[in-house]
Structure formats: C-alpha cells, structure tokens
C-alpha cells in the first residue's frame, strides 16, 4: 500500500498556486469549482456514488444536516456531489413500524474535541441522541421529491436512506411487508421525474452495534447476506442499493467477514457500499442516554486499517464500488481512503465544526467546508492529488484513479 508522507511533496510554482487561491477564493468560490480545478491543476476531482459519475467526489452523509429542503438547497449551491437524506424507518402499509425505537426525535448535537482511545490522537466528534426521521412518512416522500428535483438541477444526487426492519435470533423472520412498502413508495415518487434506477443507502446505523439485535456475529451476517434481496425484490422497478456497513463491537476481523458476506454471499449482490458508519460506545454517556456512537481519529484509523486488509482478500465476485465515510475531515485523509478503494467520500461532522477551523469566511458551511476540503495548502486534496502525479508521473490525475494508485 502506497503511504503519504506528512506533508505533500509539490513543485514550488503549484505551491504558490494553491496557497494564492485558498486565500483568493476565502470568501467566494469560482462558479464550477471542478472544472477550475481540472484547468488550473490537471485535477480531477469527480467521483462515483450510487453507479454514477457526480462532479465532486465529497457529498453529506444521511444524518440531522439532511433533513429539509433549505439544507439541501445550501448543498446544491455550495458544489455538493452527492447528498443523502435523514434515515427513514421502514413501514408496512398500515403504518406499523418494528424498529420504530429508532425513530427519535432529538436535534441537539453536541461538537466536541475527542482523543481517539485506540490511536491516541485527538480530533472531532460529533454526538447526539437522535437516530432516524421522526416526522411522517409521507412528509419523507415529500422531501425525497422535492429534494431530488433541487439535486437535478444541480447535477447532484440525492439518494434517500432507509432503516428495515432486522430481526433478532429469537424472531422469526424479516418483516418483509415493510421492506415491499416503503421501497415502492420510494419507487413511486422517484419514477414521478426519473426513468433510471432509484439511489438508495440501506443504513446499519451505528447504534444497532450496542443492541440486543446485535449480540451474535451469524445474525449479523444473515442480515448482510438476506436485506439485499429483500430489497431489490420488493418491487421489479430498478435500485441502485448501497448498504452502509456499522462498526460492530467485534474485533476487527468480523469487519472482514462483513465485507465478504455482502459481496460474496448476499444474492443479488449490493450495487454500492458505504464504509463505515461510526463506532458505539456502550460506557459513553451523553444528557443521560448511556450508550452512544462516537467518530475521530479512531474511527478512520479502523476504517482504513479494514480497507487496507480488504485490498489483499481474495473474492469470488467484483468489489462493488465503495463511499468513504468516517473522519473525513481533509483532503489528506479523502486521499487515504481513495488509496483504499473508495472512489467518493461522504461527511457530516466536518459541516459542524467551529468558525475557526476554517480559513473561508462564506455563510454557507458546506461550501467553507468543500473550500477547505480543496484548497487547503497542506491537507487539501488538490495539494495531495498532485503529489501523487509528481510521485508517479503522468499528467491528469483523478480520485477515481485512487484505487488502481493504491494497489
């Protein structure tokens, strides 16, 4: 596995360049940043998410910053490749919903400085008590149809995320009415606009890892092996299906048995995957809520340590395109998971870190976030793609390069 040295190794001239437009594009950035990037760097900085190509490698993670209209818009005008909504719980057509303890209502979120434990470095994490969308499901279609619309005049992808239901070793099986229902709802309002397939993340969230639904490794991998066929066949309309993998509270070895059981043993296979959801600490409290998911340094350094293993396993069917996600903070570290087979990232925290984490002075978060995600002389991606052109040789180097770069 290629490793990055501690700061990029760049000609003196692009140096210069890049320090001159972090500072030069503060407080505004140029009007289609990816084609400016690619002319002024020979950087291409487009990504794959849900089976296509989107402008910008970086999207938002399905989380409390994806859950109205107004937010996607910001992330429409900021540049975003991709955005994925608020997770949904799933339903029957009676409304009944099994893992409707998911459903809480909770919008404070607590941004804090956090030691990584395993790695001992310090970083950001984000916590908060809420899990998946509370209001009404027809109130989620009505963001899904108006949120995509946003994104299709942007050219960004906005993929709904979605909780099923997920049994325990003592129930007696999925509870597929659900799964049929709430995929042709989807269905139903993605096909109002759209002929091609429907994007959609099938979340394992992070606090699934601290339930009893969790507590045996083999029912893990029976849900890996059996949601996507739950899923695809709800309904003979096409879906692009990426599964969001969780961290388990297993050593990191099962995280590999995780990865194989989606991609070789679930029929069909996932289109996408997304790698991985945060970790879960069930000691932590947090406004008396015992038990909660946590990011930082720890969180990337498992995730890219998993990649890195995964890279030499092998499997009995292609690696299905992989979103990075997990302590993406920087460019540096987009690079390091591209490195590892990942071809777009998503983030959440880095949209809620302090005013002065970010040399760019613009109201809109998201763009200040993709203007230091960028641009930034030392950790930005443009500085690192570079630095991998002048290491390798050749002329335009793109993200969805990284992965062939990394073998």
Not at 93 to 101: D, H, L, R, V
Not at 206 to 226: D, M, N, V, Y
Not at 312 to 325: D, F, K, L, W
């Amino acid at each position: 596995m290629l490793q990055l040295p501690a700061r990029p190794h760049l000609p003196a001239a692009v140096a210069a360049a890049v320090a001159a437009d972090y500072e030069r594009f503060a407080a505004e950035l140029p009007p289609d940043l990816p084609d400016y990037l690619l002319e002024r760097y020979r950087v291409d900085v487009s990504g794959e998410y849900a089976g296509r190509r989107v402008r910008s490698c970086f999207g938002k993670a399905s989380g409390q910053l994806s859950l109205n209209l107004r937010q996607v818009e910001r992330d429409a005008e900021a540049g975003l490749g991709f955005v994925v909504l608020k997770t949904v719980i799933a339903q029957d057509e009676t409304g009944s919903q099994s893992m409707a303890a998911w459903a809480i209502q909770e919008t404070h979120m607590h941004v804090e400085r956090i030691v990584g434990p395993r790695t001992g470095r310090e970083g950001w994490s984000v916590t908060w008590k809420g899990r998946g969308w509370w209001d009404t499901f027809e109130k989620y279609l009505e963001l899904c149809r108006d949120a995509a619309a946003v994104g299709d005049q942007a050219g960004m992808v906005v993929a709904p995320s979605v909780k099923y239901h997920l049994p325990t070793p003592e129930e007696p099986g999925f509870k597929e009415a659900e799964y049929v229902h709430t995929t042709r709802a989807l269905l139903d309002v993605w096909g109002e606009s759209h002929d091609g397939p429907l994007p959609l993340e099938k979340d394992f969230s992070p606090t699934l890892a601290g339930s009893e639904k969790s507590r045996q490794e083999e029912q893990i991998l029976t849900w890996l092996r059996t949601v996507p066929r739950l899923i695809k066949g709800a309904d003979p309309r096409p879906v692009c299906l990426g599964m969001k993998l969780m961290n388990a509270l297993f050593e990191d070895g099962f995280q590999r048995d995780m990865l194989r059981a989606v991609i070789d043993e679930a029929d069909p296979a996932p289109d996408f995957l997304i790698y991985a959801n945060r970790l879960f600490d069930p000691r932590k409290e947090f406004e008396g809520k015992v038990g909660v998911a946590y990011g930082g340094p720890d969180l990337s350094e498992r995730n890219l340590s998993v990649l890195e293993a995964m890279q030499g396993e092998a499997y009995r069917r292609p690696v299905p395109p992989i979103s990075g996600t997990g302590d993406i903070l920087d460019g540096r570290t987009a690079v390091e998971y591209g490195l590892r087979g990942c071809t777009s990232f998503q983030m959440h925290t880095l949209f809620q870190l302090p005013d002065d984490q970010f040399r760019a002075t613009m109201a809109n978060r998201t763009a200040r976030g993709l203007h230091h995600l960028y641009l930034h002389p030392e950790t930005g991606l443009v500085a690192w793609m570079v630095h991998l052109r002048e290491v390798g040789g050749g002329g335009v180097v793109g993200v969805r390069d990284l992965p062939g770069i990394g073998q």
